[in-house]
Nanobody, 117 residues
Framework: QVQLVESGGGLVQAGGSLTLACSPSMNYRAFTLISWHRQVPEKERVKVAG???????NYGDSMIGRVTISRDNAKNTIYLQMSDLKPEDTGVYYCNAKFRLGDSGYWGQGTQVTVSS
């Protein structure tokens, strides 16, 4: 069974930085796409960043210029580095992994990020 564990969330003031980590239960190279998403109550989950197995990166519109996705093969971990955080970045951040692009994928439990004004 595929499991994903997110960590690194917390409380930060506006303008601050946080780095989140996603740790899959299997080698991340098995997935076609691993991505980060933000969930706010009563709103659709928004894609923040994604990386394919080949290393191709794409970013969602909400945090362009303030976020970097990366991976560490030795640690089997995908990172989301965030900077210049804004209150509207507040939410639960989830990691998603897909074997196929058309699949809904697997989700982690999420990690809370709260940005104070």
């Amino acid at each position: 069974q595929v499991q994903l564990v997110e960590s690194g969330g917390g409380l930060v003031q506006a303008g601050g930085s946080l780095t989140l980590a996603c740790s899959p239960s299997m080698n991340y190279r098995a997935f076609t796409l691993i991505s980060w998403h933000r969930q706010v109550p009563e709103k659709e989950r928004v894609k923040v960043a994604g990386m394919t197995s080949a290393g191709t990166i794409n970013y969602g519109d909400s945090m362009i210029g303030r976020v970097t996705i990366s991976r560490d093969n030795a640690k089997n971990t995908i990172y989301l580095q965030m900077s210049d955080l804004k209150p509207e970045d507040t939410g639960v951040y989830y990691c998603n992994a897909k074997f196929r692009l058309g699949d809904s994928g697997y989700w982690g439990q999420g990690t809370q990020v709260t940005v104070s004004s």
